[in-house]
């Protein structure tokens, strides 16, 4: 008699979309070459906000993400585990800067992937991702 083999195939996308305390995070870092990290924006303010990839992105005013007012807003985007991945965040297209950081992918992925905006008079107040 031939054993019977049964194999499951996940793709690899949704491995990557693994996050939290899900058992299979360590699988896909270990496996993959990149991850997608679930990034989430909290804008606290009655602004409009814009996320950029890059400085170039800012200056061309190219908006990857439009952050609304008053709402949490996510952002997938994939990476390579010690690739760089920069966020710059203004207030509308092309205005005020009020964020930059740069960190690897897994550094980011180390976080809780949540940025808090607020505002006080004129004065925005962003809280960057903290540490699991």
Not at 58 to 80: A, F, H, L, Y
Request: glycine share 12%.
């Amino acid at each position: 008699m031939v054993p019977l083999v049964v194999a499951f195939v996940t793709p690899v996308s949704l491995l990557a979309r693994v996050g939290g305390g899900s058992p299979l995070r360590g699988f896909s870092e270990v496996f993959l070459s990149g991850i997608v990290l679930e990034m989430d924006f909290d804008n606290r303010t009655d602004s409009e906000l814009c996320y950029y990839l890059s400085g170039g992105g800012e200056i061309r005013g190219d908006c990857n993400q439009e952050i609304k007012p008053n709402r949490v807003t996510g952002w997938s985007p994939e990476c390579g585990l010690d690739q760089h991945l920069t966020f710059i965040l203004t207030v509308g297209a092309s205005g005020q800067r009020i964020y930059e950081g740069i960190e690897t992918c897994r550094d980011w992925n180390d976080t809780n992937r949540r940025f808090v905006i607020e505002q006080v008079g004129e004065e925005f107040i962003v809280t960057s991702p903290q540490k699991d």
